[in-house]
Nanobody, 114 residues
Framework: QVRLVESGGGLVQAGGSLGLSCTAS????????MGWYREAPGKQRELVAT???????TYGDSVKGRFSISRDNAKLTVYLQMNSLKPEDTAVYYC????????WGQGTQVTVSS
């Protein structure tokens, strides 16, 4: 059984920074794609960022230049560094890992106050 555990969410003022991490455990070894998505109240879940095992990254337009995704393959962990946060970044952030199957984390709340 594979489990993704996220950490690092919380409350921050606009302009501040937060870091998220997500670690996989269980019967999973090779994870070609890791990523972060977010879901704000009343909105659809949207892409934040993805990263391949080779380090290639993609970002949603709204976070380009402010957020940075990275990963540690040995630790089966993906990170998201969020800088210059805005109130519109408020959402539940989910990590996603794609191996033979697709796995989602339980979500962590990020709240940015104005």
């Amino acid at each position: 059984q594979v489990r993704l555990v996220e950490s690092g969410g919380g409350l921050v003022q606009a302009g501040g920074s937060l870091g998220l991490s997500c670690t996989a455990s269980g019967n999973i070894f090779n994870i070609p794609s890791m990523g972060w998505y977010r879901e704000a109240p009343g909105k659809q879940r949207e892409l934040v960022a993805t990263i391949t095992s080779g380090g290639a990254t993609t970002y949603g337009d709204s976070v380009k230049g402010r957020f940075s995704i990275s990963r540690d393959n040995a630790k089966l962990t993906v990170y998201l560094q969020m800088n210059s946060l805005k109130p519109e970044d408020t959402a539940v952030y989910y990590c996603k890992m794609i191996s033979v199957r697709t796995y989602w984390g339980q979500g962590t709340q990020v709240t940015v106050s104005s």
